[in-house]
């Protein structure tokens, strides 16, 4: 089966830096997203890890770990507008060769003044 | 505009009618994806097209669904009979082939409600 965990809800400050984790069980793992979700809204790419290391986007970096199956998103220099739902998406190689990708259940942040 | 667009954006429909949903993907995408998602939860994967071939369908996705892509543009998704239990939000998602890391591109969503 897949499992992707991160935490339901987090708080942070204006200006402040934030790390959301997401934790993995998957077999077929072929690389992972990161989506922003606005209330209401679709989800929005942020940043794609296939390799371990580090990606940086801007005030957005995205880590892996394949042989901890652990990733992260860091959010710096934070603003009232990314309070938002983050959500770590793993891509599964299936038995059909087709690429699906498995989402958690969000990481709601709420970005306080 | 040229993202991922959903057509209608919210649909209220007593139980037991028939409703039918339309995704138009960015046009040069070949790939495009049947989400649904309900509140706190992620999206879930329902189907997947590549060009107007059904290729994947998830166990999720009942006899009472039905999608189609007849010309490998735009897509339907048909839900007969509704239950109260199908009220989510479905989310429609399209990637192109061969671009790297192959992010979907998501559309706004039409969110059901059966009464």
């Known amino acids: 089966g897949q499992n992707i965990d991160q935490p339901t809800e987090m708080t942070a400050t204006e200006g402040a830096i934030v790390q959301i984790n997401c934790t993995y069980q998957?077999?077929?793992?072929?690389?992972l997203f990161w989506y922003q979700q606005h209330a209401g809204e679709a989800p929005t790419f942020l940043s794609y890890?296939?390799?371990?290391g580090l990606e940086e986007k801007g005030r957005f970096s995205s880590f892996l770990s394949r042989s901890k199956g652990y990733s992260y998103l860091l959010l710096k220099e934070l603003q009232m507008k990314d309070s938002a739902s983050y959500l770590c998406?793993?891509?599964?190689?299936?038995?059909?060769?087709?690429?699906?990708?498995?989402f958690g259940t969000g990481t709601r942040l709420l970005v306080s003044p | 505009d040229t993202g991922v667009s959903q057509d209608p954006r919210h649909k209220i429909t007593k139980r037991g009618q028939n409703v039918t949903f339309r995704c138009d993907p960015i046009s040069e995408h070949n790939r495009l994806y049947w989400y649904r998602q309900t509140l706190g939860q992620g999206p879930e994967f329902l189907t997947y097209f590549q060009n107007e071939a059904q290729l994947e369908k998830s166990r999720l996705l009942s006899d009472r669904f039905s999608a189609e892509r007849p010309k490998g543009s735009f897509s339907t998704l048909e839900i007969q009979r509704t239950e109260q239990g199908d009220s989510a939000m479905y989310l429609c998602?399209?990637?192109?082939?061969?671009?790297?890391?192959?992010?979907?591109?998501f559309g706004p969503g039409t969110r059901l409600t059966v009464l």
């Open positions: 998957t077999s077929g793992f072929n690389g």
């Open positions: 890890n296939v390799l371990d």
């Open positions: 998406a793993v891509r599964v190689l299936m038995n059909t060769g087709f690429q699906k990708l498995v």
């Open positions: 998602a399209s990637s192109l082939k061969g671009l790297a890391g192959g992010e979907q591109f």
